[in-house]
């Protein structure tokens, strides 16, 4: 909040990368009336898949082939009837990978969704060490997977 208050923008643009934040971000605008339009940017990735961080820089070789299975994971949930079971299916197949949480949750309100639920605002969430680097990514889930 102080930082709006100093510069009072009109619009904030913050990255979908770090989909809690930008959501709490959207909550305090909404809940303190204040007057600046969030806008979502779609999460920048590398060729690979990666999501672009300046951590990216600092893991091996290996962690960086590793830290794929980040982005295979939320690809392939994103189209599963079981997306919770398969981002975790997916994660858990990269022994570099230790895992924090993967969780689909609900995009509204940060509620855990579980398999089955048809709900059309869920979105994969993920964050685990790597070359003990925490990387964290997410993804909506199409509708009708």
Same mark, same amino acid.
């Given at each position: 909040?102080?930082?709006?208050? #100093?510069?009072?923008?009109?619009?904030?643009?913050?990255?979908?990368?770090?989909?809690?934040?930008?959501? +709490?971000?959207?909550?305090?605008?909404?809940?303190?009336?204040?007057? !600046?339009?969030?806008?979502?940017? =779609?999460?920048?990735?590398?060729?690979?898949? +990666?999501?672009?961080?300046?951590?990216? #820089?600092?893991?091996?070789?290996?962690?960086?082939?590793?830290?794929?299975?980040? &982005?295979?994971?939320?690809?392939?949930? #994103?189209?599963? =009837?079981?997306?919770?079971?398969? +981002?975790?299916? !997916?994660?858990?197949?990269? =022994?570099?990978?230790?895992?924090? &949480?993967?969780?689909?949750?609900?995009?509204?309100? +940060?509620?855990? !969704?579980?398999?089955?639920?048809?709900? =059309?605002?869920?979105? #994969?969430?993920?964050?685990?060490?790597?070359?003990?680097?925490?990387?964290?990514?997410?993804?909506?889930?199409?509708?009708?997977?």
């Amino acid at each position: 909040k102080r930082l709006f208050d #100093s510069v009072r923008p009109d619009k904030a643009i913050f990255g979908e990368k770090d989909f809690q934040q930008l959501f +709490l971000i959207r909550k305090m605008v909404k809940e303190l009336n204040l007057e !600046v339009e969030v806008i979502s940017h =779609p999460t920048v990735r590398d060729a690979d898949g +990666l999501a672009l961080s300046s951590r990216n #820089s600092r893991l091996s070789d290996e962690g960086r082939s590793a830290a794929k299975v980040i &982005y295979r994971a939320l690809v392939e949930a #994103s189209t599963s =009837p079981k997306p919770r079971s398969t +981002l975790h299916q !997916v994660l858990m197949s990269e =022994p570099r990978f230790k895992l924090d &949480y993967a969780k689909v949750i609900n995009e509204k309100d +940060l509620s855990i !969704v579980e398999d089955g639920n048809q709900n =059309p605002d869920r979105r #994969s969430i993920v964050a685990g060490w790597i070359d003990d680097l925490r990387l964290i990514d997410n993804m909506k889930i199409a509708r009708g997977a």
